[in-house]
């Protein structure tokens, strides 16, 4: 069989939204020497994404990329839909921001060095506004498809990141035939994946030309690709179309509605002379157009809401839309977002803010789809941000302690006794009764530890160990202590007692120390 007449009798790629090929010339080459042989004629796929980072059959250069994120950003920033699915992954994944815990490695790390690299952590979170950039990363992965974050280290010893515009990151005009160079990334010759560097437009209202950028000062991020691909792709580009239909779709349920809603009455005069019928029709004509075509002049009308129309007997007016389905057109609208949630892994709920047809607490559940979206992302999020301590993919955290290490603020041994935690918002609707009683089952079992409950919860273990020193005895640890008493026939102490002080015999038992007290946090 031959491959090129095969593929040229097809018109395979005509229904994709995108065909990044030419010809087929761009598919195939003849009598190569790493080809494959049929029929005596050898083939060569030109375009290999093993080595170039192309995304077949999506793209295969840089500038086609640039098309369809052009077109994913025009939009999330006009369609309504794409700016609540976006919203959904913020709010949910982000919310207010995540938490990273500084955690000792191994037993018999000193408890200051913990100390002194969570203060650092929590000094580079404000300082950089980190919320904030975890929220833009989300709106960015999902808009563009990717997102480029740099590094610069400060005199002070912080480290500032900043987001680079990925329309930036291309690749010299000499280069853009090698495949190590190609969109912008520095690869090794042989692995796509082993990234050298990034060439980077630094100054683009001053020059073109861009500059070599190494690569552990490059935050990467992509999705909706393989990891051999070296960019990303907007998750927009395969509901382009159903954003748009449902844009019309509401556009014209909202023009039939405001049509139906002009006019109040429609009033017809019966037997009345057709001169004085005309000069009505010319009192209530706003403009007049003439065709130039076949000369022939219409009348053109403004009609204000609760019209009252008025008409000859003889003139019968029909309303087509009186007749339209209008339930009809919201199922073909909520079938379009269902697909649309479909692709964004929510539920259609988030997007159009309707929970007739859905129980909205449930799209939140372990097993819900949602919920396994959202904690994938924020996995990701939080391996880019805090956990991973190895190059090439080097987290933001593990680069600001490692140029405090470099700078003398903290020791060497914080590269390696002490490890980071993150910790997004909590996705499952939320029973705090049951957390609190299952933590307390996973503290008194060795699972989870007093550091790990309190960054769940959004409080600092440190502080909140202090205020429990701070704290006197409460009420109910009190009444606690009086119950035994009370149980074996004793009579209940008069506060006036104790207030005073009493005697051995009727006194309750002394209260627990800070120390003691602070063990059941």
Not at 131 to 150: K, M
Not at 304 to 331: H, K, Q, R, V, W
Request: overall charge negative.
């Amino acid at each position: 069989m031959n491959l090129r007449r095969a593929q040229e009798s097809t018109d395979f790629h005509a229904s994709l939204p995108f065909f990044p090929y030419g010809d087929s010339r761009d598919l195939y080459a003849e009598q190569s020497p790493y080809g494959f042989t049929d029929g005596g004629t050898q083939y060569l796929a030109r375009r290999d994404n093993r080595l170039t980072g192309e995304s077949l059959p999506t793209y295969i250069n840089w500038f086609q990329l640039k098309q369809i994120r052009d077109r994913s950003r025009l939009i999330c920033k006009n369609n309504e839909y794409a700016i609540a699915a976006v919203a959904a992954h913020i709010s949910y994944v982000v919310g207010t921001g995540l938490t990273y815990v500084a955690m000792p490695r191994k037993k018999g790390v000193r408890e200051d060095l913990v100390r002194q690299v969570q203060e650092l952590v929590d000094l580079f979170r404000e300082a950089n506004s980190l919320p904030e950039i975890e929220a833009e990363a989300i709106r960015r992965l999902h808009v563009d498809g990717e997102c480029f974050i740099r590094t610069f280290p400060q005199q002070g010893g912080l480290v500032a990141v900043r987001f680079i515009e990925p329309e930036l990151v291309r690749s010299r005009e000499d280069s853009t035939g090698q495949p190590d160079h190609s969109f912008g990334i520095e690869s090794d010759p042989e692995d796509a994946q082993t990234v050298r560097g990034y060439w980077v437009i630094e100054r683009p209202f001053e020059s073109l030309t861009p500059v070599l950028i190494p690569a552990d000062e490059v935050l990467h991020l992509k999705l909706n690709t393989d990891s051999n691909a070296k960019r990303g792709l907007p998750t927009t580009y395969a509901v382009e179309g159903n954003f748009r239909f449902c844009e019309d779709l509401l556009t014209s349920l909202i023009t039939l509605a405001k049509a139906r809603a002009k006019f109040a009455v429609i009033r017809k005069v019966r037997e009345a002379p057709p001169d004085a019928l005309a000069a009505l029709s010319a009192t209530a004509t706003d403009a007049t157009v003439t065709d130039p075509a076949t000369s022939q002049t219409s009348n053109l009308n403004r009609f204000g809401y609760g019209t009252i129309l008025t008409s000859s007997d003889n003139i019968d007016y029909e309303f087509p839309a009186a007749n339209l389905d209008a339930g009809g057109l919201i199922e073909a609208l909520q079938a379009n977002l269902r697909a649309i949630a479909s692709r964004y892994g929510i539920s259609e709920t988030m997007m159009s803010a309707d929970a007739s047809n859905n129980n909205y607490a449930s799209a939140l559940v372990a097993e819900g789809p949602a919920h396994r979206t959202f904690k994938r992302l924020q996995a990701l999020l939080g391996g880019a941000f805090g956990e991973r301590r190895l190059n090439p993919n080097r987290s933001l955290i593990w680069r600001q302690i490692r140029s405090a290490v470099e700078r003398g603020i903290l020791p060497a041994e914080a590269l390696t006794e002490v490890t980071i935690k993150a910790e997004g918002p909590s996705l499952v609707t939320r029973d705090t009764d049951k957390e609190a009683a299952t933590n307390r089952t996973y503290l008194e079992m060795g699972i989870k530890s007093k550091q790990t409950i309190c960054s769940e919860l959004g409080l600092d273990y440190e502080t909140e160990h202090k205020n429990l020193q701070a704290d006197p005895p409460q009420g109910g640890q009190q009444q606690q202590q009086q119950q035994p008493a009370e149980q074996g026939g004793m009579p209940e102490p008069n506060p006036a007692q104790d207030a005073a002080g009493s005697d051995a015999a009727g006194a309750p038992a002394p209260a627990e120390p800070a120390d003691a007290q602070a063990e059941t946090f």
